[in-house]
């Protein structure tokens, strides 16, 4: 029977604050798999899946196959899963979309977790085998995730608020970028206009020019040399070429580029802050059960 975990009690953990907070605590394993689910918490639910699991890894045992090896990382920020030589990240499991996570009471060596996947929206349960470590593991995650929450109430509404004043104001500089610009082509346009009235409008008490001579048709006789420029206006003169609109980036008086917030790298500022902190907010909620233990979270801050 599951029992509500209280903040208040302070359950014996694995590891130090610091070693999750600031570091993170690797464990080696061997990787069943991963297999959706339909709940995203229950002990039947992940007893279906780890014997879903272990008997497509049989078939591929006798075919020949072995069990790929990984290392875990563990933190406040999530459950990496790699591959031991090159490091190269497999999963990023975030400790939020944790649901739930148990060692297996019947088989010492076997543990999983329960995952919300960040692209596709489902629940996938991950099975591991450890020989030594399975239940500890299960453990660090679930003082990992009582980290994480701790850290979000204390410093995640304050850093969520600063971030939407600076991508305000962000906002409200691609505004001015834009505005600027307009009225930059507006000055251009005005301008051309004025030189364009300078050059047909001829001095006082100046002579007129003499008109181009013309045949007997009172046209202008054809010159190749003078194709592109033989249409007068009046008083026969030509008027000032329209300055060509360039194709390259615009840049303001001082020679920069124009500001543009939504194309700041991708680990600046996420385009839709309010969203990625509902998502959170809704993890923590949900809480993580651990080895049959509910983790009763306390409500979230009104300030996030």
């Not at 002579?207 to 010159?223: L, V």
């Not at 206006?233 to 020679?255: A, C, H, M």
């Not at 991708?266 to 902190?277: E, G, N, Y």
Request: charged fraction near 30%; glycine fraction near 4%; proline fraction near 7%.
């Amino acid at each position: 029977m599951n029992r509500a975990f209280s903040r208040k009690k302070d359950k014996t953990w694995m590891h130090t604050p610091e070693a999750l907070s600031k570091h993170f605590i690797p464990y080696n394993a061997k990787f069943l798999g991963s297999t959706e689910v339909e709940q995203p918490k229950g002990t039947e639910v992940v007893r279906d899946a780890v014997r879903k699991l272990k008997f497509a890894r049989h078939i591929k045992k006798s075919e020949g196959q072995k069990i790929p090896k990984v290392e875990l990382q563990i933190s406040i920020y999530g459950v990496k899963i790699l591959e031991p030589k090159t490091k190269e990240v497999q999963h990023n499991c975030q400790l939020h979309r944790i649901s739930f996570c148990a060692d297996d009471k019947t088989d010492k060596r076997i543990f999983t977790f329960i995952c919300k996947d960040s692209e596709s929206n489902k629940h996938l349960c991950y099975v591991f085998d450890s020989e030594k470590c399975a239940e500890e593991i299960t453990l660090t995650i679930g003082q990992a995730f009582d980290l994480a929450y701790r850290k979000f109430l204390e410093s995640g509404g304050k850093d969520v608020e600063t971030r939407k004043q600076i991508a305000g104001l962000q906002k409200r500089i691609q505004d001015l970028e834009t505005e600027n610009m307009e009225l930059k082509n507006k000055v251009q346009d005005l301008e051309n206009q004025l030189r364009i009235t300078q050059v047909s409008t001829p001095p006082v008490g100046s002579m007129t020019p003499k008109s181009p001579s013309t045949d007997i048709f009172d046209m202008i006789p054809f010159s190749p040399t003078s194709h592109q420029s033989s249409i007068p206006t009046r008083n026969g003169t030509q008027p000032p070429p329209v300055p060509s609109r360039s194709s390259e980036i615009k840049r303001d008086l001082f020679g920069a580029e124009p500001f543009d917030p939504f194309n700041c790298g991708a680990a600046d500022f996420p385009p839709d802050i309010q969203s990625k902190l509902d998502e959170m907010q809704e993890g923590f909620k949900m809480g993580l059960t651990l080895e049959g233990t509910v983790f009763c979270l306390d409500p979230l801050d009104s300030r996030c």
